[in-house]
Every structure is written in structure tokens, then in C-alpha cells.
């Protein structure tokens, strides 16, 4: 949960920052190409986010590294993360601000969990239905989570549709649990 909170206001400090200076494009492209380089290879994030090394050394490490290869906003960006020790969470923060950039875009990213993959049809259904809701282009992203074990969890910026056979056990669950047998 820690996370989604620092992502969202480190996410929406950066946005802010490089729309008002018209650097919103370049932003999404080094940061996603930053976000790349660091899922094929942790050490950078595992370096910048560990307790054991200096704050000093981390500074200098990003100056050097991205002195040359990002704008200087976003190495002053990347220092702040670890001057205030929310390095770690920086595919986070990356993450949001893509769906920030994204959204203004008139795009938006939904995730969906099902229990099983679903069928081209679905997926072209539940985009068209989602596209209708909210009058934007629809980018699915799709995960598989066995333990839902049947109908699916739709999340949508900050809104989640929870319509898993699972969440509605554990309803069911809470409601017996509070019915008074005489």
C-alpha cells in the first residue's frame, strides 16, 4: 500500500514538473526506457535503494551514470527519490506517471484478473465496454491469478471492480458470520 502512495504523489510531483517545463514526452520515454534497463537488471535499483550505502555515493553514481544521457530535471528527480529514501520504489513511480501521461493522452491503462486467460472475445467486449465508460482508448493489461477462482477483477486508475467468485465467498462469508441463530 506504501507503494501506490509514493508512487502517486512522486508521480504526480514529476508530471506537474515536466508538462509546466513541455518535457512530458522526453519524461515518458527516458523513464520508461529507465524502467526497462532496471526489470532486465535490478542491481541499479538495489544499489540506489540499499541502506548500506552512502547517500553521497548513490548522488554521484546518478550524476555520472545519467548526467550526460537524461535531462537535468530528471536526475534532480531520481536524487530526491534517494535523498528521501523512496528509491525503492521508483518502477512504481515510473509506472504511475506513465498512466498519468497516458490518461491525458485520452488513454488508459486497465488491468484485468481473471482465473483463467480470457477469450478473444471477452477481451474485445470488455474493452469496448470499458471504452463506452469511460471515453477513452482502452490498453489492457491482463493478469492470471488461479485463486480468483472464477469471474475477473477489473482495476482502473484508482477504481477496482472486484467481481471474482473469491470476493464474493468471502461476502457471503462475512454475511453468515453475522446472521444471529436462535
Known amino acids: 500500500m506504501i507503494a501506490q502512495e509514493v508512487a502517486k504523489k512522486y508521480s504526480r510531483a514529476l508530471f506537474m514538473s515536466t508538462r509546466q517545463r513541455g518535457l512530458v514526452d522526453e519524461a515518458y520515454e527516458q523513464f520508461s526506457d529507465l524502467k526497462a534497463t532496471m526489470e532486465k537488471d535490478a542491481s541499479l535499483l538495489k544499489f540506489l535503494g540499499s541502506p548500506k550505502v552512502e547517500e553521497d555515493q548513490k548522488l554521484q553514481l546518478l550524476r555520472t551514470v545519467f548526467g550526460e544521457r537524461m535531462e537535468l530535471l530528471f536526475v534532480e528527480f531520481l536524487a530526491v527519490l534517494v535523498r528521501k529514501h523512496r528509491a525503492m520504489y521508483l518502477i512504481e513511480v515510473i509506472d504511475e506517471f506513465n498512466r498519468l501521461v497516458e490518461f491525458e493522452k485520452g488513454i488508459n491503462r486497465v488491468t484485468v484478473i481473471t482465473a483463467v486467460p480470457l477469450t478473444p472475445e471477452e477481451e474485445t467486449s470488455l474493452i469496448a465496454t470499458m471504452a ?48 444471529k441463530v436462535h
Open 132 to 179: 463506452t465508460k469511460t471515453g477513452k482508448k482502452i490498453e489492457l493489461e491482463r493478469k492470471v491469478e488461479p485463486g480468483l477462482i472464477g469471474g475477473m477483477v477489473v482495476i482502473m486508475a484508482d477504481e477496482i471492480i472486484d467481481g471474482s467468485v473469491k470476493y464474493g465467498l468471502s461476502r457471503l462469508e462475512e454475511k453468515l458470520y453475522k446472521v
